[in-house]
């Protein structure tokens, strides 16, 4: 497991597998919550997840290959795309510069 601290993270990835619909619209909700912290949301398939992402955010059945394409990356795993306590824990940890571990 990697850790981070809030302050440190400046990209943010959502991974995907298959399209990019439900991915496209919580990049754009995260965006819109960290932008005021100066930190990039970007989404991207999870077999090719950009070497300077910070975080990943995945659905958890595709944890494994998100840890195997971001192996420096903080990944936090979600259930659902919209409304997963992991969301604000990104959100909340980023605010107060708290740790970051996945």
């Known amino acids: 497991m990697n850790t981070i601290n809030g302050s440190d993270v400046r990209r943010v990835i959502i991974a995907c597998d298959a399209g990019m619909g439900s ?10 919550a960290l932008a005021p912290y100066g930190v990039e949301v970007g989404h991207a398939p999870v077999d090719r997840v950009p070497a ?5 955010l995945c659905h ?3 944890a494994d ?10 990944v936090k795993t ?7 306590p992991v969301f604000d824990e990104i ?6 510069n708290a740790r970051l571990t996945g």
């Open 91 to 96: 959100v909340a940890s980023i605010k107060a």
């Open 65 to 74: 290959r998100a840890r195997a394409s971001a192996p420096s990356s903080v």
């Open 23 to 32: 991915s496209a619209l919580l990049t754009s909700q995260l965006s819109q």
């Open 52 to 56: 300077d992402a910070d975080v990943v």
């Open 60 to 62: 958890q059945a595709l």
């Open 78 to 84: 979600f259930t659902v795309f919209l409304g997963d």
